[in-house]
T-cell receptor, first 111, second 113 residues
Framework: KQEVTQIPAALSVPEGENLVLNCSFT??????LQWFRQDPGKGLTSLLL?????REQTSGRLNASLDKSSGRSTLYIAASQPGDSATYLC??????????FGKGTMLLVSP | DAGVTQSPTHLIKTRGQQVTLRCSPK?????VSWYQQALGQGPQFIFQ???????QRGNFPDRFSGHQFPNYSSELNVNALLLGDSALYLC????????????FGSGTRLTVV
């Protein structure tokens, strides 16, 4: 059974800092990994999708890496802004189009 | 291009009642999945529909059932509601033959009292 863990559970940083969110998974037989953002009480916004054959994906200030063999992914956020404050969720697709999520990292960026 | 649309956005039900939640997938998507997200937790997979059939099911009791219509829209039904069913219910759509990327709706907040 696939299990996904995200560290840290919460993170508070001042504006402008670069930061890294971590995601680990127990079964390396995955199709892809997706990072989502969730604002309080809202749905999920897809940030980046990494296929199992890829090592990283970039979108603006966001960069996600994937090391399938070690069961790890990181989400790097450059020059953080208060608008980045949200919960970030990592989700692994192990097949049959179902996602297994971590509990998320709650990020607070203070001005 | 409309994304995933869910209705209603909020509702309050009494224990023992039944509820129906609705989802319209993103244009071009043919697969709909439902997830339950309790407060402070990650979403948990309920089930997935493709070609009007349930293709996959998570660890949820039979009180949770669903349906997919020919236009790919979907309903989630929950019978005999329990207090523990209070959660944010998320609908996600994808394209069966695609890259398996998901688009999520804004969710329905269900409160059972």
């Amino acid at each position: 059974k696939q299990e996904v863990t995200q560290i840290p559970a919460a993170l508070s940083v001042p504006e402008g800092e670069n930061l890294v969110l971590n995601c680990s998974f127990t079964d390396s037989a995955i199709y892809n990994l997706q990072w989502f953002r969730q604002d309080p009480g809202k749905g999920l916004t897809s940030l980046l999708l990494i296929q199992s054959s890829q090592r990283e994906q970039t979108s603006g200030r966001l960069n996600a890496s994937l090391d399938k063999s070690s069961g790890r992914s990181t989400l790097y956020i450059a020059a953080s802004q208060p608008g980045d404050s949200a919960t970030y969720l990592c989700a692994v697709n192990s097949g049959y189009s179902t996602l297994t999520f971590g509990k998320g990292t709650m990020l607070l960026v203070s001005p | 291009d409309a994304g995933v649309t869910q209705s209603p956005t909020h509702l309050i039900k009494t224990r023992g009642q039944q509820v129906t939640l609705r989802c319209s997938p993103k244009s071009g998507h043919d697969t709909v999945s439902w997830y339950q997200q309790a407060l402070g937790q990650g979403p948990q997979f309920i089930f997935q529909y493709y070609e009007e059939e349930e293709r996959q099911r998570g660890n949820f009791p039979d009180r949770f059932s669903g349906h997919q219509f020919p236009n790919y829209s979907s309903e989630l039904n929950v019978n005999a509601l329990l207090l523990g069913d209070s959660a944010l219910y998320l609908c996600a759509s994808s394209f069966w033959q695609g890259d398996w990327g998901y688009t999520f709706g804004s969710g329905t907040r269900l409160t059972v009292v």
